[in-house]
């Protein structure tokens, strides 16, 4: 999932430009600051965001209190874009895990660009297809494979979308990602710096070693990654550079 160089949404990158024009006018830039909750379940949303750097975890909460991770969102896509469907409080979380910044347009103003354009329908329909992916082979990967396998597939999952091997993680993030104690993350991070996948843990940084954490990752990170990208291939126009005023 690679850009050319410039800041740039995949989806609103590759649209035709009148069909950009229809959102342009209402598009601010803004920071995604690490830790940030852009969309809480329960809530009306607001906003759609779209991501140019960093990386969101959507969250399910539980009604104990436990979390889990059950998609990741970087540039490829967008949060907030159910809410095209209709007014209805968000059903899940989103967290922003590795800072960035992304474009912002009201939700309203976005409805009322998607019921007028067809290229900008069509862009949702193929975000909602590659997070259909996402939570269905994730749902799998939850049930069905060990703990250390499924945190080496969110360690490769948020480097995908960071494009660095430092990723701005701490072990509780990695324990609502994972929905498991922070000690059992503890336990995996000794394994896994044992192994040579982790390189260092310091500061709230975790630098990771890809190909080794590939090697301890289960199949459902290359499965997402590369059916996500055949999706995007098959549907969207190679991306270009976009580059908005800062408001």
């Known amino acids: 999932m690679t850009l050319p160089s410039g800041i740039g ?3 609103l990158a590759a649209l035709p430009p009148a069909d950009l024009d229809l959102l342009a006018p209402e598009l601010e830039i803004v920071a995604l600051d690490r830790d940030a909750v852009v969309s809480r379940a329960g809530d009306q949303t607001e906003h759609v965001l779209f ?21 990741a969102i970087g540039r490829e896509g ?6 095209v469907l209709g007014p209805s409080p968000a059903a899940v979380t989103a967290i922003v895990r590795a800072a960035g910044t992304a474009s912002r347009i009201p939700a309203s ?11 900008i329908r069509h862009a949702i329909q ?20 060990p703990v250390q396998a499924r945190m080496a597939r969110w360690l490769l999952h948020l480097r995908d979308r960071v494009d660095h091997d430092v990723l701005p993680l701490t072990q509780e993030a990695l324990s609502q990602i994972l929905g498991v ?5 503890t336990l995996l991070m000794r394994n896994l710096r044992a192994s040579g996948a982790i390189k260092s843990e310091r500061r709230c ?19 997402m990654r590369s059916e996500v990208e055949e999706i995007f291939s098959r549907n ?12």
């Open 51 to 71: 991501p140019h750097s960093g990386a969101i975890s959507v969250m399910i909460d539980m009604a104990n209190g436990q979390t889990v991770a059950s998609a």
């Open 78 to 83: 967008a949060v907030g874009t159910l809410s």
């Open 181 to 185: 104690r922070r000690t059992t993350v």
């Open 126 to 145: 193929i975000h909602f297809k590659a997070m259909v992916i996402q939570f269905q082979v994730g749902g799998a990967c939850n049930a069905l494979h």
């Open 109 to 119: 103003r976005f409805h009322a660009a998607f019921n007028q354009s067809p290229a």
């Open 9 to 11: 949404n995949r989806l």
């Open 236 to 247: 969207v126009a190679p991306p270009r550079a976009l580059v908005l005023p800062t408001q």
């Open 205 to 223: 940084e975790i630098e990771i070693d890809p190909s080794r954490l590939a090697a301890v990752a289960c199949e459902c990170r290359e499965t």
